[in-house]
Nanobody, 119 residues
Framework: QAHLVESGGGLVQPGGSQILSCAASGFTLDSSAIGWFRQAPGKEREGVACISGSDDSTFYGDSVKGRFTISKLNVKDTVYLQMNNLNPEDTAVYYC????????????WGQGTQVTVSS
């Protein structure tokens, strides 16, 4: 059964950087896409970035393009989200989820990790 655990959140100053990790178990990263999402208080969940399982293609939400980078290390079963030039609007709980095939929805959501951007 797929299981994901996020880590790496915390308090970051505006303009700073943070790296989030998504540790996967119960499946292999080369078989499923992994997506990062975020949800701020009072706002809908937003797709941040996604990396495919087969060819490592990446996709980004418009609000993070050029600032965030998604990557993965299959041997460690971990997907990373490098976040640069953070601003207060990036404050949210960040979640990762897996999408085993094109027809499936994202699922096996992790518990989330809080990122707060504030001076």
């Amino acid at each position: 059964q797929a299981h994901l655990v996020e880590s790496g959140g915390g308090l970051v100053q505006p303009g700073g950087s943070q790296i989030l990790s998504c540790a996967a178990s119960g499946f292999t990263l080369d078989s499923s896409a992994i997506g990062w999402f975020r949800q701020a208080p009072g706002k809908e969940r937003e797709g941040v970035a996604c990396i495919s399982g087969s060819d490592d293609s990446t996709f980004y939400g418009d609000s993070v393009k050029g600032r965030f980078t998604i990557s993965k290390l299959n041997v460690k079963d971990t997907v990373y989200l490098q976040m640069n030039n953070l601003n207060p609007e990036d404050t949210a709980v960040y979640y990762c989820a897996t999408k085993p095939n094109k027809l499936a929805a994202f699922g096996s959501w992790g518990q989330g990790t809080q990122v707060t951007v504030s001076s």
